[in-house]
């Protein structure tokens, strides 16, 4: 059930589990599990321990939550799709050029506002 008064993070099973930790390596090891049997609801602890004062807490977490992502096919909300490296070169391997443009091409796709007076 879930409680919509509490901050996402607290969703996850491991957010207890790591608030009693008692020390650094415990937390380490709390995050391989994360990735190991964690589900969706983990994201927003790791995103949490991800900005973490400890810098090897938020080395791993990064770690994790990027791992976390591939492993979901999650696409993280500060990426964009990638596109496949080989599409870079489609144009290549298919022989094909980008057509050449009529520099005495002369379109104006202007619309006036005579088209407006118009009697319905």
Same mark, same amino acid.
């Given at each position: 059930?879930?409680? @919509? @008064?509490?901050?996402?993070?607290? !969703?996850? =099973?491991?957010? !207890? +589990? ?9 937390? +380490?090891? $709390?995050? @391989? ?7 969706? &609801?983990? $994201?927003?602890?790791?995103? $949490? $321990? ?6 090897? =807490?938020? &080395? /791993?977490?990064?770690?994790?939550? !990027?791992?976390?992502?591939? &492993?979901?096919? =999650? =696409?993280?909300? @500060?990426? *964009? ?15 094909? /050029?980008?057509? /050449?443009?009529? /520099? ?7 619309? *006036? +506002?005579?088209?407006?007076? *118009?009697?319905?």
């Amino acid at each position: 059930m879930k409680d @919509n @008064n509490l901050p996402e993070y607290h !969703q996850s =099973i491991f957010h !207890q +589990l790591f608030e009693h930790a008692a020390d650094i390596d415990c937390k +380490l090891l $709390l995050l @391989n599990e994360i990735l190991e049997i964690g589900d969706i &609801k983990e $994201l927003p602890l790791l995103e $949490l $321990l991800a900005v973490s004062e400890h810098p090897e =807490i938020r &080395k /791993k977490a990064l770690k994790v939550k !990027q791992a976390f992502c591939e &492993k979901f096919g =999650i =696409i993280p909300k @500060n990426e *964009t799709k990638r596109l496949p490296m080989s599409l870079c070169f489609l144009y290549d391997e298919f022989n094909i /050029k980008p057509s /050449k443009v009529d /520099k005495d091409l002369n379109m104006h796709f202007e619309v *006036t +506002l005579e088209i407006f007076n *118009t009697d319905a």
